[in-house]
């Protein structure tokens, strides 16, 4: 940078001395330089990401970041899966209140600095019944995709008398058959349209078609009937399950010898299922449409495939699905069409069925695309790894396929079609769920470490399972760990897991005479202690958690066995002797044992004869405790006759 300034204070004449000198003390002429040709590049298209991309590429995924989508921010980034539902639906509402501000006072909103203009900084034209329009005005709503101005500006045109071709028609009803005359979400909305498509799948609804409705209208109006009116409309009514009457319109074009295309029929190949109840009629069916596309010279496409393999995996006959999925991929490698994900994932759903023989079909398929990347292709493209995880886990329990589909996942771009967050979350709980259980506890804790909490926070099912892997192999010392992170992860308030917290640590006694392990005394004691208060706090919230005897009796082994956690154990029995009455059930004898032996240690004789008297008062074994009391402590006169008065003078004589 200096040179290059050092150089531009030269003048003209002696620059290119100056270079061709070397020195800048001896002058020469230079020579004069020869003729070069300078090739201009083609301009290649880059989309507005491109740039980010190329410098994501070079850094990878950071797995102790959180996702993009959340702000960088401690007290902002998401330690739950309702937080991180919360925290990109609470993004997206900030974005429609800006563009709510930005249409509500549009008049500071009209100048333009940027040039070119950006549109979607300028608000959006409003039309009313008095606005002037011109079918130019309609032409350009639709190829904007704007449904209700244009639907508007269609019926004020009509109003006024405008004529309006069947070219614009046609475009209007392509428009209005895609939403069914329904204002779509916006494009940028991509969490929001994520969790409707769930929960709309949820729900499973049926028709939604809107008969009667403005797309019949258009298709009425539009003279002579073409290929594209039909194929807009059947298409519309097959997407919104108006199948019968989808189904009725493709048999009358096939009587008035007009020619559909492709899509049209894999829309109706797709509805199949719905059209006829048995395994053979659907079969049948998709034969006779496949027929009439020979007859009509259609070539199959990628769409066809997958149509027919989603209504294959409807065939409740699980044997004829499968055959009839092994002749028609043989059929459509000879036509030349190449499978997607999607495809890979219809396979999976036909062979691997829950009450079905194993098949170990995804062998095959990932020997064919192991190393592969792909591209969108297909809608159902996105199902593929949630899928092939879960035969993994549930039809194989096989670690080393999940191991292949994992690097399948991460090989190039193959990530982004993981799908929405939904389907990314049910890919890593199968995931993490076969892995602990097959995995040693160490390898385990290695990719839990990796994958948690900001890829993925583990559901209060796959933590049991965890715990459960942790309980088998003994290890203790993972358990601080993971009792913070449900802690982080608001598992507090589930009861089972809070048992088995306790009980993998009452059970698995820390050997102190370990290096690795003479501290986890004190720590059991500090997530046991933890506990008890998170249970005390959750009596003034809504998710309630009650305590049992069980678990005090856990809670009060563990402090016992913290050498610094008397007091507190202390504390913790005299709750359980106060509220005895409405705690259900009792703590473990040995609990009391331990607690008694802890009074002993530290020279407490009343807490130790409370002790007694509580097992006195539940029926439980005094013997073996009065023995230790009796020896354990040189007893006053009046804790002699405290205990006198619990076991009686006849055992004291023994």
């Not at 290119?16 to 300078?38: L, M, Q, V």
């Not at 995931?431 to 890829?455: G, H, K, R, W």
């Not at 009596?539 to 809670?555: E, H, N, P, Y």
């Not at 802890?598 to 007694?612: E, F, I, R, Y």
């Amino acid at each position: 940078m200096y040179l290059t300034r050092q150089l531009r204070l030269l003048p003209s004449s002696s620059l290119a001395r100056h270079i061709a000198s070397g020195n800048g003390t001896h002058y020469t002429t230079a020579a004069p330089p020869a003729a070069e040709h300078i090739e201009i590049p083609k301009r290649i298209e880059r989309s507005p990401t491109d740039l980010l991309q190329a410098l994501a590429s070079t850094v990878g995924r950071d797995s102790t970041a959180p996702h993009y989508k959340y702000h960088d921010d401690p007290f902002l980034i998401p330690t739950s899966n309702v937080a991180k539902r919360t925290y990109t639906l609470s993004k997206e509402a900030g974005r429609k209140a800006a563009n709510w501000i930005k249409e509500e006072h549009r008049e500071l909103f009209m100048h333009q600095e940027a040039q070119p203009p950006i549109e979607k900084f300028a608000p959006s034209m409003v039309y009313t019944e008095e606005s002037e329009v011109d079918t130019s005005s309609l032409q350009q709503l639709i190829a904007q995709g704007e449904l209700a101005d244009a639907v508007l500006v269609y019926n004020l045109l009509e109003n006024k008398g405008i004529e309006v071709n069947d070219a614009l028609k046609q475009s209007l009803l392509e428009l209005v058959c895609f939403y069914n005359n329904q204002e779509p979400l916006p494009e940028e909305y991509i969490e929001e349209r994520w969790f409707l498509q769930n929960s709309r799948r949820r729900e499973r609804h049926g028709k939604t078609w809107k008969d009667g409705d403005l797309a019949e209208k258009l298709y009425a109006a539009i003279e002579p009937k073409t290929p594209q009116s039909y194929a807009a409309l059947i298409r519309g009514m097959a997407k919104y399950l108006q199948c019968e009457r989808a189904y009725a319109l493709l048999q009358e074009a096939n009587e008035r010898q007009i020619q559909l295309d492709t899509n049209t029929y894999n829309a109706i190949i797709q509805i199949v299922s719905l059209l006829k109840d048995t395994a053979d009629q659907r079969w049948q069916l998709c034969t006779v449409l496949l027929n009439q596309m020979a007859e009509q010279q259609l070539h199959p496409n990628l769409g066809t495939l997958n149509a027919l393999l989603e209504c294959i995996s409807t065939f409740g006959n699980f044997k004829l699905a499968r055959s009839s999925a092994l002749k028609v991929l043989p059929e459509f490698k000879q036509l030349g069409v190449t499978p997607s994900l999607g495809t890979y994932y219809y396979l999976l759903i036909i062979f691997c069925r829950e009450r079905a023989p194993v098949s170990h079909v995804i062998v095959d398929i990932l020997n064919d695309i192991g190393g592969k990347q792909f591209k969108v292709e297909h809608p159902k493209d996105t199902y593929f790894f949630a899928t092939a995880m879960d035969v993994c886990r549930n039809h194989l329990n096989d670690k080393a396929l999940a191991k292949k589909v994992d690097e399948l996942l991460h090989t190039g771009n193959n990530y982004d079609l993981i799908g929405d967050s939904f389907k990314e979350s049910i890919y890593y709980r199968n995931y993490l769920a076969l892995l602990c259980q097959t995995q040693s506890i160490e390898d385990f804790m290695q990719t839990y470490d990796v994958l948690v909490p900001n890829i993925y926070i583990p559901e209060p099912g796959i933590m049991e399972e965890i715990l459960r892997a942790i309980e088998i192999n003994g290890a203790v010392e993972h358990v601080p760990r993971i009792w913070s992170d449900m802690v982080i992860f608001d598992h507090t308030h589930r009861e089972s897991l809070l048992l088995y917290v306790l009980r993998i640590m009452v059970n698995n006694r820390p050997n102190a005479e370990l290096p690795a392990q003479q501290q986890l005394p004190e720590q059991c004691a500090k997530v046991a202690l933890d506990m008890y208060n998170k249970i005390e706090e959750s009596a003034k919230r809504a998710r309630k958690v009650s305590f049992t005897g069980q678990m005090l009796g856990d809670i009060l082994t563990l402090l016992v066995r913290g050498d610094s956690s008397f007091d507190k154990a202390s504390e913790v029995f005299a709750y359980i002797d106060k509220q005895q009455h409405r705690i259900p059930g009792t703590p473990a004898e040995s609990a009391l044992s331990e607690y008694v032996e802890a009074t002993v240690l530290n020279k407490a004789p009343s807490q130790a004869l409370m002790a007694l008297q509580y097992a006195v008062e539940n029926n439980m074994e005094t013997i073996a405790l009065a023995k230790r009391i009796n020896e354990g402590f040189t007893l006053s006169e009046v804790h002699l006759a405290k205990l006198k008065s619990l076991v009686g003078e006849s055992f004291l004589d023994k």
